[in-house]
């Protein structure tokens, strides 16, 4: 090859590669910031994150989440505090939260507790988080009921504050 040919070879060549590196930092450096979420989130035009929170107490039962219509509910996090009160130091103080769905299945189980002997703290934390969600599915409600644990003290009243969150699937 001629040294003018060679030239202008190698010229075109680095050109080539200068334009392809730009253009690729451009798409890397002026992309938006994406958020995964499995499983296909439904489109609203907005965040599709949820989140809800409330407090129960032995023998409650409430529905702190419904999934509307053509829209699945993945709950990612639980957390549960108890606001257990006792008033003997030989006793425990438990309770039981368990979900279920609207046909009856058992979504999640969970139990908080705290000491009777006054040396652990009144609230015993559970926080859960995770990979692939605890699913409900669209048009059916989240049941949480609370009762008190059968080992509990006579003398317990126990109750819990809880929050959840998750985003909206397809179903």
Request: aromatic share 8%; with cysteine; hydrophobic share 35%.
């Amino acid at each position: 090859m001629s040294d003018n040919k060679q030239g202008n070879f190698q010229a075109l060549l680095t050109t080539g590669l200068a334009m392809a590196l730009g253009a690729t930092l451009m798409t890397v450096a002026g992309s938006n910031e994406a958020t995964a979420y499995p499983s296909g989130a439904v489109s609203f035009g907005a965040n599709p994150v949820f989140s809800v929170g409330g407090s129960v107490s032995p023998g409650d039962v409430v529905t702190p989440l419904i999934a509307p219509t053509g829209s699945d509910l993945i709950i990612t996090d639980v957390y549960f505090s108890s606001s257990a009160v006792y008033y003997s130091t030989s006793w425990h103080c438990a309770m039981n939260l368990s979900f279920t769905d609207t046909p009856g299945n058992v979504v999640a189980n969970f139990r908080v507790s705290g000491s009777g002997d006054n040396s652990a703290p009144p609230g015993v934390l559970v926080s859960e988080s995770y990979n692939s969600g605890l699913r409900i599915s669209s048009g059916d409600s989240l049941i949480l009921t609370a009762t008190t644990d059968p080992t509990s003290g006579y003398d317990c009243l126990a109750g819990a504050e809880y929050t959840l969150s998750g985003y909206h699937a397809e179903p």
